[in-house]
């Protein structure tokens, strides 16, 4: 068991570029969460998946930020344009059911700064 | 909407005691589960310990254990024997029984440990 495995683990971007995270979620896990930390507002959820499909996006904070899962082991969250204040760390977690069922596991995030 | 409290931002013990960190939360809800995840410098999110409202009986995982008061709502976590590989930022979560699967967290309590 590899663990959820997320890239980059620092990115380091200007202002108005184009940023995309990846995670590769633990085999067989349904579930599957974006989630990002600040100082100021804590962990929040942005959007989960299960099976491949979106089922809750109200997370994401405006229409700059998107998210795929196009199959099972891979998912993307984009930021286009990004701005200063997406600097945070990003955090993608996977469960095998439902995240009260069975353990969230959590990738190592990637920080994400935006100049 | 429900939301979870850590009102100690930080905390800190000697190593070999024991030490208790507060969590309370609000829901309407009767049936849920609440967790304790410990996020060391690494920063990965690690589970420590989950309680379902349901049982009665406080859940405990070798050194760390809960106080669940469901009246009060409130579930702190007590760590015994306290050790340097305690050291961390610890977040309360919360999640619905049923339903939507997102985790809500307080906003941690970072825990020292002193040698």
């Known amino acids: 068991d590899a663990g959820v495995i997320q890239s980059p683990r620092h990115e380091v971007t200007e202002m108005g570029q184009e940023v995309t995270l990846r995670c590769k979620p633990i085999?067989?896990?349904?579930?599957l969460f974006w989630y990002r930390q600040t100082m100021m507002r804590g962990l929040e959820l942005l959007i989960y998946?299960?099976?491949?499909?979106?089922i809750d996006d109200s997370g994401m904070p405006e229409d700059r930020f998107s998210a795929k899962m196009p199959n099972a082991s891979f998912s993307t969250l984009k930021i286009q344009p990004s701005e200063p204040r997406d600097s945070a760390v990003y955090f993608c977690?996977?469960?095998?059911w439902g995240p009260g069922d069975s353990p969230l596991h959590f990738g190592n995030g990637t920080r994400l700064t935006v100049t | 909407a429900q939301t979870v409290t850590q009102s100690q931002p930080e905390m800190s013990v000697q190593e070999a005691e024991t030490v208790t960190l507060s969590c309370t939360y609000d829901?309407?809800?009767?049936?849920?589960?609440l967790f304790w995840y410990k996020q060391p410098p690494s920063r990965q999110m690690i589970l420590v310990i989950r309680q379902e409202a349901y049982k009665q009986q406080n859940a405990t995982e070798n050194r760390f254990s809960v106080n669940f008061q469901k009246a009060a709502k409130s579930f702190s976590l007590k760590i015994s024997d306290s050790q340097l590989g305690d050291a961390a930022m610890y977040f309360c979560?919360?999640?619905?029984?049923?339903?939507?699967?997102?985790?809500?967290f307080g906003q941690g309590t970072r825990l020292t440990i002193n040698p």
């Open positions: 998946f299960n099976n491949n499909v979106p």
């Open positions: 979560a919360y999640r619905s029984w049923g339903g939507a699967q997102k985790l809500v």
């Open positions: 085999s067989g896990h349904d579930y």
């Open positions: 829901t309407s809800e009767s049936d849920y589960y």
């Open positions: 977690a996977s469960s095998l």
